[in-house]
């Protein structure tokens, strides 16, 4: 690299990135706006101070944080783009952010609107909660690291560093956060009491027991569901009631509402009937590259993948449909397979909010016991799609899905009925994997022609059991045409007996 013994400036290109402008200047480290010249877009950069190369602690930190910062992987926390060490030069290229800081709002006098407050609190939680989830320690996070753009869709500074997680530190941040957003409250709003008291009681420090970032998502979606459907009662679950109760109490004391009114509250709670709830599932199941059969007799080679234990559950498409809320349409187009047709606007499955308010009662739809642990159902090829490009995943190819058969399956696999994804049955392999012989059929990724009519085109394919079809098994393959259907692509047809698992080719 012909610059990388000489100090950065202003104007000078440093591999495939021209530098514009010097935004900081630290005693360890610059950053620039830069433009990433083969893409032509607007980057920054983080370098290492030519001054410290010979300190090789702080060069082996700065790498050390480059890499845990290269791990994260959510969509509201700005992605890190490409790291380069050689000879003098130690540096990293990641997102520019869009929109403006919280710092930003504030020295510009803008107000915000309560539900638009909550639904960023909410935005921010829930990177948080990735964060605490995966373990990632990070830096302390300040008004300036974040961002809001239109449509309210809030992004992150990756703050991600080398080392352990100090769960004592978001206490702090949550107490910068609410800081910085009480004054752009606007207040004689419809919603601007329950807002303000969230946020008093995220910026108190002396609290006895600090809200948790699980705690600070549930309160912002119920105070934004209030705003945005008043007349709706917002059903709470068992597990909620337990700390639900006590946090309205103390939320509602300390925006000074009567007595009444919170007895009211509590009746409403105690009064709450079982719900389901979401179970932790287990993680992927390691599928060894091999020469694998194929349901043609051939022998295949197949990479290594990781495969989904279990079918997606309703409860997961849910959290990946409130995620693209989240999005303009632009924004979600990302996550769209090129070929969607313009006729498909959203990925809601078929009668979506009749199928969510009954697992989330856990009664019956279209006849059927449903829970938010059963399989999502009704969504179509690209429905499927969007939820593993959102969760950096991909469908199994047909190969692939049998040679998670083949690998898995100790004996005959009995077909399981319509439940829960990890229901107990005879449909679970050796190894783990549920309901490859029943509950749902299952997308696969590919297209390809059925032997049986060879002059037809290629079409995609399901495979596995179906609850709704007795005679299926694991081996199962079926073929959908537009034939059977209005739509004139056979990957829109949506059914409620077919879902999907998802795979990756690396460990979660």
């Given at each position: 690299m012909?610059?990388?013994?000489?100090?950065?400036?202003?104007?000078?290109?440093?591999?495939?990135?021209?530098?514009?402008?010097l935004?900081?200047?630290?005693?360890?480290?610059?950053?620039?706006?830069?433009?990433?010249?083969?893409?032509?877009?607007?980057?920054?950069?983080?370098?290492?101070?030519?001054?410290?190369?010979?300190?090789?602690?702080?060069?082996?930190?700065?790498?050390?944080?480059?890499?845990a910062?290269?791990?994260?992987?959510?969509?509201?926390?700005?992605?890190?783009?490409?790291?380069?060490?050689?000879?003098?030069?130690?540096?990293?290229?990641?997102?520019?952010?869009?929109?403006?800081?919280?710092?930003?709002?504030?020295?510009?006098?803008?107000?915000?609107?309560?539900?638009k407050?909550?639904?960023?609190?909410?935005?921010?939680?829930?990177?948080?909660?990735?964060?605490?989830?995966?373990?990632?320690?990070?830096?302390?996070?300040?008004?300036?690291?974040?961002?809001?753009?239109?449509?309210?869709?809030?992004?992150?500074?990756?703050?991600?560093?080398?080392?352990?997680?100090?769960?004592?530190?978001?206490?702090?941040?949550?107490?910068?956060?609410?800081?910085?957003f009480?004054?752009?409250?606007?207040?004689?709003?419809?919603?601007?009491?329950?807002?303000?008291?969230?946020?008093?009681?995220?910026?108190?420090?002396?609290?006895?027991?600090?809200?948790?970032?699980?705690?600070?998502?549930?309160l912002?979606?119920?105070?934004?569901?209030?705003?945005?459907?008043?007349?709706?009662?917002?059903?709470?679950?068992?597990?909620?009631?337990?700390?639900?109760?006590?946090?309205?109490?103390?939320?509602?004391?300390?925006?000074?509402?009567?007595?009444?009114?919170?007895?009211?509250?509590?009746?409403?709670?105690?009064?709450?009937?079982?719900?389901?709830?979401?179970r932790?599932?287990?993680?992927?199941?390691?599928?060894?590259?091999?020469?694998?059969?194929?349901?043609?007799?051939?022998?295949?080679?197949?990479?290594?993948?990781?495969?989904d234990?279990?079918?997606?559950?309703?409860?997961?498409?849910?959290?990946?449909?409130?995620?693209?809320?989240?999005?303009?349409?632009?924004?979600?187009?990302?996550?769209?397979?090129?070929?969607?047709?313009?006729?498909?606007?959203?990925?809601l499955?078929?009668?979506?909010?009749?199928?969510?308010?009954?697992?989330r009662?856990?009664?019956?739809?279209?006849?059927?016991?449903?829970?938010?642990?059963?399989?999502?159902?009704?969504?179509?090829?690209?429905?499927?799609?969007?939820?593993c490009a959102?969760?950096?995943?991909?469908?199994?190819?047909?190969?692939?899905?049998?040679?998670?058969?083949?690998?898995?399956?100790?004996?005959?696999?009995?077909?399981?009925?319509?439940?829960p994804?990890?229901?107990?049955?005879?449909?679970?392999?050796?190894?783990?994997?549920?309901?490859?012989?029943?509950?749902?059929?299952?997308?696969?990724?590919?297209?390809s022609?059925?032997p049986?009519?060879?002059?037809?085109?290629?079409?995609?394919v399901?495979?596995?059991?179906?609850?709704?079809?007795?005679?299926?098994?694991?081996?199962s393959?079926?073929?959908?045409?537009?034939e059977?259907?209005?739509?004139?692509?056979?990957?829109?047809?949506?059914?409620?007996?077919?879902?999907?698992?998802?795979?990756?080719?690396?460990?979660?």
């Amino acid at each position: 690299m012909e610059n990388a013994q000489h100090r950065l400036e202003v104007g000078m290109q440093v591999g495939d990135y021209l530098l514009l402008e010097l935004l900081y200047d630290g005693p360890t480290t610059r950053t620039w706006k830069a433009q990433q010249v083969s893409v032509d877009r607007e980057v920054i950069i983080d370098s290492l101070n030519r001054a410290v190369h010979q300190h090789e602690e702080t060069v082996s930190t700065f790498i050390s944080d480059i890499r845990a910062k290269a791990h994260v992987d959510h969509p509201l926390i700005g992605s890190v783009f490409e790291a380069v060490r050689e000879g003098d030069l130690c540096f990293y290229a990641r997102e520019s952010l869009h929109g403006k800081t919280l710092d930003e709002l504030g020295e510009a006098g803008k107000k915000m609107r309560p539900e638009k407050v909550v639904h960023v609190l909410r935005q921010i939680a829930e990177a948080n909660l990735y964060l605490e989830e995966h373990q990632i320690a990070a830096l302390p996070i300040g008004p300036d690291q974040i961002f809001i753009a239109e449509h309210s869709l809030c992004r992150l500074i990756n703050m991600a560093v080398g080392g352990e997680r100090d769960h004592n530190a978001s206490t702090q941040d949550k107490h910068v956060i609410a800081t910085a957003f009480i004054p752009l409250l606007k207040s004689s709003c419809p919603g601007s009491t329950r807002t303000l008291s969230l946020l008093n009681y995220m910026e108190d420090l002396e609290r006895e027991i600090p809200l948790t970032w699980e705690q600070i998502r549930e309160l912002s979606e119920e105070v934004e569901l209030q705003l945005s459907e008043p007349s709706v009662p917002i059903p709470l679950s068992e597990e909620k009631v337990t700390h639900t109760r006590s946090r309205s109490l103390l939320l509602l004391a300390g925006a000074g509402i009567g007595a009444a009114i919170v007895l009211g509250l509590g009746a409403v709670l105690m009064n709450q009937p079982e719900k389901p709830q979401e179970r932790k599932l287990t993680d992927s199941v390691h599928i060894p590259a091999g020469k694998y059969l194929t349901h043609e007799g051939r022998r295949n080679d197949i990479s290594e993948f990781w495969i989904d234990a279990h079918e997606v559950t309703i409860a997961e498409y849910a959290k990946f449909l409130d995620a693209m809320s989240l999005f303009s349409a632009d924004e979600s187009e990302i996550y769209q397979h090129k070929d969607q047709p313009t006729s498909i606007t959203d990925h809601l499955p078929l009668d979506w909010d009749e199928l969510l308010t009954a697992a989330r009662n856990g009664t019956t739809w279209n006849g059927i016991q449903v829970d938010l642990n059963c399989p999502i159902i009704g969504i179509n090829w690209w429905d499927a799609y969007a939820y593993c490009a959102y969760n950096r995943r991909r469908l199994p190819t047909q190969e692939e899905w049998n040679a998670t058969l083949r690998h898995s399956k100790t004996d005959t696999l009995a077909r399981s009925n319509w439940g829960p994804v990890d229901q107990q049955s005879q449909d679970v392999t050796s190894n783990g994997i549920y309901g490859l012989a029943g509950n749902v059929s299952e997308w696969t990724a590919n297209t390809s022609k059925d032997p049986t009519f060879p002059t037809k085109p290629k079409m995609p394919v399901v495979c596995g059991g179906s609850y709704l079809k007795k005679s299926s098994s694991a081996n199962s393959r079926e073929w959908l045409s537009t034939e059977q259907t209005d739509e004139q692509d056979a990957r829109s047809i949506r059914r409620s007996d077919i879902g999907f698992r998802t795979l990756s080719n690396r460990p979660d």
